[in-house]
């Protein structure tokens, strides 16, 4: 299928008057899908997920019906499923517009996906921001209790499943799944040591599974369409790599900054930032040129205007130092901004987000926040370069020295951030300017 | 006096059901007297406890590691601003309208004016970078914002 003929999928039935009502999600054919699922056996529905080659859309592209298999088979007691609605990487805001606009889909995913993985409780971990989000959500979950769509035998089935929203209360580590599973506990939301993953242990120590909104809003799709339809879509994986697990389906694309027409694309996972910005955003904005984009959220890292051909499928973005494809937000910086500016942001950011239990974490973002401001500050030091890569080379799960992987995500801005813009940065340091920038008092 | 009113206790009840153990029911209670009372006092604190069945500290720890919940010695103004400063929204303005809005006012981020009508934060990334720079009023988002426009909605 080529991005030109590509019709909408998550996206088909936003901005239809009335698009989040059950009566207009009905009245164009939902809960279809979920009358479809009851009559499998919830391994044939696990089946067709794993079929469909879907990869969880949060972040970490993890298979989503692989995951569901781990769970302990012929176990007693609850399993539960947590929804991850958390969304708060910088650049990213599809799942906002998914709730706001259709919550249905994504409910109706999520019955699915507990149907399958004989959940029965479901709590919807939704950002405390998302007020709005969070009305609506109440909105539909009521009128699904009203309609037999949850609580005592689904549809006439013998499932029964619960849902219950939760809001978190503004922190970013709510959204690593068990700093999100300790917050739903009611403690910090510090990470915890994995063995345990959440499939074995996991929410009130019972195995859970975690997925994404917008991961949730494919797999109603899936049930729907089939797994072949869905194949049909994005990227195949690389048959001289086992380890590629391919990207298929549809993806929604956040695009961000420098922009003419910022906001949410759907395309098949593969399409080129380039593409992404020229034909879907209206290109630069000012008539300027892209200097830096980052093409995943701030956690991935930069890619050059040189590599702007990259495909943003979950292999694309690795092939050019990047972290991964992460959440699709595409964050664009014109040739007018520095990058002296660009990575204090990130670094600052992860600074001030790290929930502090693992010392090269919060240390290390610390210290790197420190070093950016004495260069803005006109005071750097060209040897402060190398002191900023030590510290990116030496936090994150991938050297090992933390527990979670938002280390490797302040790790990636300043990696990438080096390696491609060095000149300009050194040239900068030499200057000894100071950054043009409003100084805000308690910055962070 | 208590400082749960008995709808809030009765609200904090409907979610026992909800949830294996009462400590879940930690965050949904801080909302419910942060969203009242613009702040959560020692006293809420110790009544909270009481009702899930903790210790006061248990519950303060939570709260003291969520920078959203303000503790009695510093409550919010009738009205919260968030203006949001990552990466998008830095990149069209957001820190500008910060620093115009920290003129206006007279304050300074976390602060509150005067007149105790409004409190001015720095959010990180509200997930509307669509709509960059962007706001939050209590827990409502506005996009494209100007200092203007900010005052108008404080106002409204
Ligand atoms: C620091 C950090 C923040 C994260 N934030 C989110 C988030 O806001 N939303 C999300 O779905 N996943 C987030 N993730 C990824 C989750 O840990 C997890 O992989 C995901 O929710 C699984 O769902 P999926 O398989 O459907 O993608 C984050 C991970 C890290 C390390
Ligand atoms: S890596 Fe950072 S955010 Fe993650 S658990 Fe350690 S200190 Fe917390
Ligand atoms: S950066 Fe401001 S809303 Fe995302």
New interface residues.
Partial sequence: MTNASFEPVLLARINKPDSASLASYKADGGYAGLRKALDMTQAQVIDLVKASGLRGRGGAGFPTGMKWSFLPQNITG?IYMCINGD???????N??ILIEEDPHQVLEGIVIGCYATRATTAYFYL??????C?RTLQKAVDEMYAAGLLGKNILGSNYSL?I?L???????ICGEETGLIE???????WPRIKPPFPAVEGA?R?PTVVNNVETMACVTHIVNRGAEWFQSMGIAKDPNNPRDAGSYGPKLY?????VNK???VELPLGVTARELIDKHAGGVWKGRKAKAV?PGG?SMGFMSEAELDTPLDFAGPGRVGCLGLGTA?V?V?DDH?SMV??LY??CR?FA??S?GQCTPCREGTAWSTKILERIRSGNGKLSDIDLLLEISSSIGTIPGTTICGLADGAAWPIKTAIAKFRPELEEYIRSGRKSA???????H | MSELTDDMKAKIREHFGHYPTKQAITLPALHMVQDAKRCVSNKAIEEIADMLELAPSQINDTLSFYGYFRTEDAPTGEKRVWICRSLPCMLRGGEELLAELCERWGIQPGQTTADGKVTLELAECLGACDGAPCMLLGDELSLRMTADSVEEHVKG
């Fill in positions: 609850p969304e708060s990487e910088p650049g990213t805001f799942n906002r950002r405390y921001e998302y007020g709005h969070y619960d219950h939760h809001r978190g209360a503004c922190a970013y917050s739903l506990e009611g403690k910090r939301a009130f019972r956040c695009i961000s900054g420098h910022p906001g949410l980052v701030i937000a964050i910086i901004t500016d660009v942001n990130a950011f001030h987000e929930c920038a409003p100084q805000l008092v308690g910055a």
